[in-house]
């Protein structure tokens, strides 16, 4: 009968997932796989780490947990596990709980924020803001781009990393992108931790946050509300596409390489529409169509001089 440790020792961890793994183990490593509730698996989640939000719970806790215990059943037949979510109402009695609410609204970025800020901006992050916005690449893929070798100008594509399950892809650019692409000047950055010099990244970035500080500067400079990478990117690219320029969500989504288009029409489509404009359609009295006969009719009274 193999235990929890047991299964994390026999699992193929990466040095996140391991990170997220010890506290865990700690409660739970003792206990035999074949006896781990889903229960117990949700549960975690208040005993580590009280004052998130069951979001993160899922994210961090419940999801490498379970790839634990999945993992073993691959190697060893021992009993799998199924874990639903996290209902609404465990997640808001969990936000009332910690006087927070989860799962804020990103605020998409626009043309108009986009221009704003790379009017601000020095080329680097004008050039990336413009990548992103085009294309739909994370952050992480973004500032992972090297000059050349990532970089097909011929035939007008951009190399972008594998990430969240996505194999490595070649993603195609305007003329006006690639052109912004090449003009900008060779630059390298340290790993913050090492101060080892690395390689040279196209955008100058050696880590998915370490934008943020000169974002929020550009931001300020520029008199426009700070977004994150994801919110000018990802979540600005689909909006723009299906809420402004009404493509359609298959679409979209494929150049923005989703494999299920519900998946950024539940998250990354933003509604622009006025709330009390769409009130105001209730007050609204509906202009009646005349039927051609019901026309014909009153042409003729009216020639007629009959009431």
């Known amino acids: 009968m193999f235990t929890f440790a047991e299964a994390v020792l026999a699992y193929r961890a990466t040095k996140k997932s391991a990170k997220q793994l010890i506290p865990i183990t700690k409660i739970i490593g003792h206990l035999p796989v074949a006896d781990i509730t889903e229960e117990q698996l949700k549960q975690l989640g208040a005993d580590i780490k009280p004052d998130a939000a ?82 739909a690449a994370r952050i992480d893929q973004a500032i992972s781009i090297r000059p050349v070798v990532d970089v097909n100008a011929a035939e007008l594509r951009i190399r972008l990393k594998s990430q969240k ?24 950055t340290r790993n913050p931790r ?73 998250i990354y489509a933003h509604s622009e529409t006025d709330e009390e404009e769409i009130r105001r359609r209730f007050r609204t009295k509906p202009k009646q169509k005349q039927s051609r006969k019901s026309h014909k009719l009153m042409t003729r009274k009216g020639k007629d001089g009959v009431e």
């Open 54 to 135: 069951t979001d993160t719970w899922w994210r961090e806790i419940v999801t490498p947990a379970r790839a634990v215990i999945n993992n073993l059943h691959k190697l060893k037949r021992t009993p799998p596990i199924r874990v639903s979510h996290y209902t609404p109402e465990e997640r808001n009695y969990q936000d009332k709980k910690r006087g927070k609410n989860s799962r804020v609204e990103r605020k998409p970025s626009n043309k108009a924020w986009v221009d704003a800020f790379c009017a601000a901006a020095d080329p680097h992050n004008a050039a990336l803001v413009r990548f992103m916005f085009e294309t």
């Open 194 to 266: 090492t101060g080892k010099l690395l390689d040279e990244r196209l955008f100058g970035y050696g880590t998915p946050t370490g934008y943020r500080k000169r974002w929020i500067t550009i931001c300020k400079q520029a008199g426009i509300p700070y977004l994150s990478a994801h919110a000018a990117g990802r979540h600005g690219f689909f909006t723009e596409l299906v809420v402004r320029q009404k493509v359609d969500p298959v679409t979209a989504a494929k150049a923005g390489r989703w494999s299920d288009p519900t998946l950024p029409l539940s």
């Open 165 to 188: 399950g996505h194999k490595e892809v070649w993603v195609a650019v305007t003329k006006e992108m690639m052109a912004e692409i090449e003009a900008l000047p060779p630059k390298r």
